[in-house]
T-cell receptor, first 114, second 110 residues
Framework: EPEVTQTPSHQVTQMGQEVILRCVPISNHLYFYWYRQILGQKVEFLVSFYNNEISEKSEIFDDQFSVERPDGSNFTLKIRSTKLEDSAMYFC????????????FGPGTRLTVT | QKEVEQDPGPLSVPEGAIVSLNCTYSNSAFQYFMWYRQYSRKGPELLMYTYSSGNKEDGRFTAQVDKSSKYISLFIRDSQPSDSATYLCAMTPPSYKLIFGSGTRLLVRP
């Protein structure tokens, strides 16, 4: 069964450093998303991406965040200057259709900022 | 009032029991409703997807949506220890963004 994959599974970084989280969405999906989950809190939407453009973003997704589809299979989330409060699980998701839910999530990358 | 409310549990039941998990919401624009299962430190796994009011069944799982009451439910029949996880409801208006509940932790005792 096709699935979303994410690398690395765990990333430790120092405050102020840049990190790139990588995702390979399901191959026939065209809509991609990033969510985060701070320990003990809800899953929160960050951004959605289609056709090399951001289609929607939350207030969390400020100038320190960026997303990119660098090639035909990968989708990345970059955090330019990490803060302690960026420590969370980051989930990539993809969907075949937009705006209707039915998003499939990857296993997540646990980001620890020290 | 929170957009999506979900009892955090934990809910502890014996193996074989019928489990009822619920969410309420405040935004009448929500049209698409999902239930995800999340094991500890793993990604949410899509279990059920529904649109509009009514019931949808898939194996041991039944999802129910009552838009007039702004209330959705997930029923699990013949619960198994492997069903022990956190269950998240999610919904969307439609939008690219899913709005999640806080999750209900379920423990099925052998």
């Amino acid at each position: 069964e096709p699935e979303v994959t994410q690398t690395p599974s765990h990333q430790v970084t120092q405050m102020g450093q840049e990190v790139i989280l990588r995702c390979v969405p399901i191959s026939n999906h065209l809509y991609f998303y990033w969510y985060r989950q701070i320990l003990g809190q809800k899953v929160e939407f960050l951004v959605s991406f289609y056709n090399n453009e951001i289609s929607e973003k939350s207030e969390i997704f400020d100038d320190q965040f960026s997303v990119e589809r660098p090639d035909g299979s990968n989708f990345t989330l970059k955090i330019r200057s990490t803060k302690l409060e960026d420590s969370a699980m980051y989930f990539c998701a993809s969907s075949e259709k937009p705006l209707m839910g039915e998003q499939y999530f990857g296993p997540g990358t646990r980001l620890t900022v020290t | 009032q929170k957009e999506v409310e979900q009892d955090p549990g934990p809910l502890s039941v014996p193996e074989g029991a019928i489990v009822s998990l619920n969410c309420t919401y405040s935004n009448s624009a929500f049209q698409y409703f999902m239930w995800y299962r999340q094991y500890s430190r793993k990604g949410p796994e899509l279990l059920m997807y529904t649109y509009s009011s009514g019931n949808k069944e898939d194996g041991r799982f039944t999802a129910q949506v009552d838009k007039s009451s702004k209330y959705i439910s997930l029923f699990i029949r013949d619960s198994q220890p492997s069903d022990s996880a956190t269950y998240l409801c999610a919904m969307t208006p439609p939008s690219y963004k899913l709005i999640f509940g806080s999750g209900t932790r379920l423990l099925v005792r052998p």
